[in-house]
Each structure stands twice: as C-alpha cells, then as structure tokens.
C-alpha cells in the first residue's frame, strides 16, 4: 500500500482497482493450478484471505480487521460490514445510505475505499 500512497501516488479508487487487478490475476493463476485436494486456494478479500501491506512501515492488515472495527464503532454485523469493504459496495456519509452503485454524490465513495484506504493512506506519512 506504501507503494500506491507514495511513489505511484494514486487515490483510493485508482488504488481499489489496481488490487481488485492484482487478485483477480492471482486467482486466475491459482485456477490454472487447482488440485481438489487443497480444495479452493483462490484468495477473496470480502472472506480476509487477503493482507494489504505497508512494508516500508511495518503494517499489514485483512478487511477482517477493518470489519471488526467498523462493527463495533457504528453497532452494526461484522459479516455484513465485511462484505461492504470489498466490491460493489459505496457509502454515502452524508445521506448514511449503502448502495450498489456510486450515486455520483461528491461525498459517495466505495467501501473500501471510505473506510479502508482513506484511513490507511494518513498511516504512510509521505517520504
């Protein structure tokens, strides 16, 4: 993640999908390789089989994580706050409102990206 804030310098969307990419990439591959008896090895965000690092400052973290803290903050489940952080899942703080598709409203931003990168990118002070 230190890499996306700070070299490449990306916002949170721009930064959401070049991950979503990179998944997505590394399922395909991980398919190509399927064996029954290791059953499904493909990584899934939304289920936090997947850590999102900093290595230049020492943090990692899984949306479980994230989903715990939400849940606890706002009173809300921990499985629904987890699948809002990944996909098609955009917040609106000023109307309080989830939806499936970002409305365009300035302050409406993807889960992930309201939640997850926007606090992560204030962890990565600038170089």
Same mark, same amino acid.
């Given at each position: 993640?230190?890499?996306?804030?700070?070299?490449?310098?990306?916002? &949170?969307?721009?930064?959401?999908?070049? *991950?979503?990419?990179?998944?997505?990439?590394?399922?395909?591959?991980?398919a #190509?390789?399927e064996d029954?008896?290791?059953?499904?090895?493909?990584?899934?965000?939304? +289920?936090? #089989?997947? =850590?999102?690092? =900093?290595?230049?400052? &020492?943090?990692?973290? #899984?949306? #479980?994580?994230?989903? +715990?803290?939400?849940a606890?903050k706002f009173?809300?489940?921990?499985? +629904?706050?987890?699948?809002?952080?990944? &996909?098609?899942? *955009?917040?609106?703080?000023?109307?309080?409102k989830?939806?499936?598709?970002?409305?365009? =409203?300035?302050?409406?931003?993807? &889960?992930?990206?309201? *939640?997850?990168?926007?606090?992560?990118?204030?962890?990565?002070?600038?170089?």
């Amino acid at each position: 993640m230190d890499r996306c804030f700070l070299e490449l310098q990306v916002d &949170g969307e721009e930064a959401y999908q070049t *991950f979503q990419r990179v998944i997505e990439n590394a399922n395909v591959i991980m398919a #190509t390789y399927e064996d029954p008896l290791l059953g499904d090895v493909m990584v899934y965000p939304e +289920k936090g #089989t997947v =850590a999102f690092s =900093a290595g230049l400052h &020492g943090w990692a973290f #899984t949306l #479980t994580n994230f989903a +715990k803290m939400y849940a606890e903050k706002f009173k809300v489940d921990e499985a +629904k706050m987890m699948e809002r952080l990944w &996909g098609e899942n *955009f917040f609106d703080p000023a109307t309080k409102k989830w939806t499936s598709k970002n409305t365009g =409203a300035p302050s409406c931003k993807r &889960g992930f990206v309201q *939640f997850v990168t926007s606090p992560s990118s204030r962890l990565s002070p600038p170089a």
